[in-house]
């Protein structure tokens, strides 16, 4: 006991004083002859915010879709809080805590709000289906609180009084926030945000942005993210790691990446560091 | 001629145009002239009349539609020439049998047929112009009453209505006065009105003129006196309708439920053996609607071959009841069977679910559709005759027996199916509103976001198909004991078709929709005895004209009016913009 505390101590150092929530090591994943995702290694930091960027075509969404299940990595070992996750279901996945929004959103979108919120509750129910037909009182106290839940996270996500608004009709913001609310509803220990601010103005950018890092401070869920507005990914992530081709090709701090050589040639052509420099020069 | 008064005439035309393609239509398959010998109304106005005339009448509404005009003239004449161009296909039709032999290829363009086209008449010359001016008139009445505001229109609509539909219904509606009739002489045996009444009412099955009259007198009255007293209450907007509170709410609800119960238990008594034995074969099919309802309509997972859960539940009755190879002794009894039926169809539920869970939408269909062929044909097989009795079927299967009284009427097994329905009805709505309900309804919205967030899609599914799968074999358990006799050929496609109809025209995903789609699609075929012939037709009619006016079906579920109307909405929310 005491050794395996001296080992993760040792660890806790190395990983700035923050054991980590997801460790992924060389994760890869082909499709055909195309490698999507080679032989990637990262760790997640416990109650972090970290992202994921890289140009388009990079394999992030691919690396999402392989955390959360949707594909089996070809190699490699994903751990979530120490359970391997490998060859889990998305299902099995979202039970053990790691939610995700979509890039494209993706809600249920002839359902209400509510009913978003509620079928994202699913992992936290606990009553036999049979109970529903004969309303046993643990059924009607379930379903009571799980509504009383769901109005707590409309409101959490701004949105009181949407409730009965079909997901469809909603605002495109209120779409990216019911989105998140949804993931939220299951009560996740890591929530993975597939470029959360597309598409939006500055200003609901900013929003955005600020609500993120609300997530993080008052509920204490790690959050992954993949982003492409780098205002947004430098303001807020504490660990920033860099896709090209599928490969790492950088990770640390956003000021350490802001200056990496390779993340600006990977963004911007060959050359274009030294160009950069010497323009700066 | 400016080019303006042309360009007008098209859409009369066009609608004339088609609406004479129906009457040629009607006519070339014999629908006419079979319809011509049931008369309506006296003996002036025919089914068949109203086959051939519905044509024009229709294009005159049509036409009328496409106009808008504060002046109701333009309207009128041109419903009258969209009338007078839809009696040109049927009077070419006239023109090319009188002179050619249609017959070799049109067996029902008969002389007959000809005859009824000149009204009867001795002249060809005069029968076709009273052709042509009633097709005229027709088209004047129908672009007319399209512009009839809705406190006229209402009444009309409701008073053709009432008259037509006990005209149409006059077997039944005299069944269930002789019932009365003989409730009464039971009681009293020298009253002798209402038998009396009948004769007057009809005669030869037909409603007498002045009787029809008073009908749609009453019911234009009625409905006349409702819509005007509707429009006075709109009138008042001082009067806020209060919100019901709770309790109200729930007596309210508890009176609905007592009236209804008291409508089905007594249902029986009034209405007499033949229209039980319909009311049951409705239940029936509402069993094995909801049943399929929450498979297609909560889970979305097409499946064609339901039927085969119905002969599961049916043979298990068959071969359990009986005296088999299986069981020399005799059989159980019907309630012993009951839950066995009930376990057997879910297990084929879930053996059927499992080589389909990764199929979607069309995939599924196709591989259902074939399950169910699968199950009929293994009961036809000779390998499985021994136990399944192949082609003969299973023969001798007892009626249910309940507390010592045999039930083998359809007044008395009416009230299993009844049961049943009740059942299936109250599961349904329970895991609508339940945490299942939303797994399905999020799985048919999608299925990858679904698992995404914590749902597991093999239990759900297979929930859905065994829980389908039992209210279907019980509905089959419920039709073997009636019938008596099964066999395979019992068990079609076309059952799995009607089913599946019926749900779609009734509303997917809505359980006051299964019924009142078992009642038009079960009921009513088996009621209109004159359409049997042509029942698939009407189906087919029914279906095009549903999927192009009211795809969402007559009582919708809500998340299904969402969905088919999104255009709409988006249109909508376009122009307020």
Partial sequence: ?281 | MNKKFTDSLKNPFNYGLIGGVVIVYFSAIGIVEVFSERNLIGESLSLGHLMLFFGALFAGIFTSKKIEHDNPLPNILSGAFAGLVSSIFPLALYYIGTHFNLREIFINVTPNLMDLLLFGRESAATGLFLFMLTTTLLGMIGAGYYLLPDVIKKPFTSGFAWTLGIALFSENVTQILRTLDKLVRDRSPQSTFIRDNIRTIFQDGSLVPNVAFWIFLISFGITLARVLLAAKKMDQPAVVEEELTPKKKLAKQITNMVLLAVVLVFAPVFIGRFLSQVLFLVGLYIMMGLGLNIVVGYAGLLDLGYVAFFAFGAYTMGILTTTTNLNPGGGLNFWMTLPIALMVSVTAGLILGFPVLRMRGDYLAIVTLGFGEIIRILALSDWLAPIMGGAQGVLKIPNPVFFGKVLDTPETLYYIVVAGSLIAGFISVRLRDSRLGRQWMAMREDEDVAEAMGINLVQTKLLAFSIGAGFSGLAGAIFSARLGNIFPHSFNLLISVNILSLIIVGGLGSIPGVVIGSFILVGMPELLREFNEYRLLMYGILLIVMMLNKPEGFIPAEIFKRELHAKDEELAGAQAD
């Fill in chain 1, 1 to 281: 006991m005491l050794k395996m505390k001296n080992w993760q101590g040792h660890r806790l150092t190395k990983d700035n004083n923050m054991p980590s929530i997801l460790s992924v090591r060389n994760v890869t994943k082909r499709f055909g002859g195309l490698v999507a995702v080679n032989s990637l290694s990262i760790e997640i930091p416990k109650n972090s915010i970290s992202a994921v960027i890289g140009p388009n075509g990079a394999g992030k969404t691919t690396f999402f879709n392989c955390i959360t299940g949707f594909y089996t990595a070809d190699q490699g070992i994903m751990e979530f809080n120490g359970t391997v996750i490998n060859h889990f279901g998305p299902d099995k996945i979202t039970n053990l805590g790691i939610t995700r929004t979509y890039q494209n959103i993706r809600l249920f979108s002839e359902m209400t709000a509510m009913e978003n919120i509620l079928v994202g509750q699913h992992p936290r129910l606990k009553t036999f289906w049979a109970e529903s037909i004969l309303r046993t009182k643990r059924f009607v106290n379930e379903e009571q609180q799980a509504l009383e839940e769901a109005q707590r996270l409309l409101n959490f996500v701004g949105m009181q009084g949407l409730g009965d608004q079909v997901a469809r009709n909603l605002p495109y913001g209120a779409q990216r926030r019911l989105e998140i609310a949804r993931a939220l509803a299951s009560n996740p220990d890591l929530l993975l945000l597939d470029e959360p601010t597309a598409g939006m103005n500055p200003n609901e950018t900013g929003e955005m942005t600020r609500f993120i890092q609300h997530l993080r401070d008052e509920l204490g869920i790690t959050i992954l993210l993949i982003e492409h507005d780098m205002r947004v990914v430098m303001g807020i992530s504490e660990q920033i790691t860099v896709l090209d081709y599928g490969s790492k090709i950088a990770e640390g701090k956003p000021k350490e990446i802001q200056n990496n050589p390779r993340v600006i040639e990977a963004y911007l052509g060959r050359g274009a560091a030294s160009g950069l420099e010497a323009a700066a020069a």
